[in-house]
Nanobody
């Protein structure tokens, strides 16, 4: 069964850091572009960043530039999102998703097929 599972969310104070993980099972991530997204209550799902199978990445959200970093470890079949200098406005459910095999990154959530269940990130004092 093809599955993506996010973990690493939680409650953190403003200025703090979290590292989210997106672990794949049932398939290997080597040939897939993986994106990180987030959705706050009452808002549309927002694409944050995407990492290609080669390891190069694209950042789509200006609001997280310089603070969030996407990376992948194919040996562990996992993609990460390192989040630093967190702000209350970063509070959301964070999701990872995969494009179809061999496809490049996309800035549209509609182009992604397999989605994880999401992990809650709350930034609050």
């Amino acid at each position: 069964q093809v599955q993506l599972v996010e973990s690493g969310g939680g409650l953190v104070q403003p200025g703090g850091s979290l590292r989210l993980s997106c672990a794949a099972s049932g398939f290997t991530l080597d040939y897939y572009a993986i994106g990180w997204f987030r959705q706050a209550p009452g808002k549309e799902r927002e694409v944050i960043s995407c990492i290609r199978s080669t390891g190069s990445s694209i950042n789509y959200a200006d609001s997280v530039k310089g603070r969030f970093t996407i990376s992948r470890d194919n040996a562990k079949n996992t993609v990460y999102l390192q989040m630093n200098s967190l702000k209350p406005e970063d509070t959301a459910v964070y999701y990872c998703a995969a494009r179809a095999k061999y496809y490049f990154c996309s800035g549209s959530a509609y182009d992604y097929n397999n989605w994880g269940q999401g992990t809650q990130v709350t930034v609050s004092s």
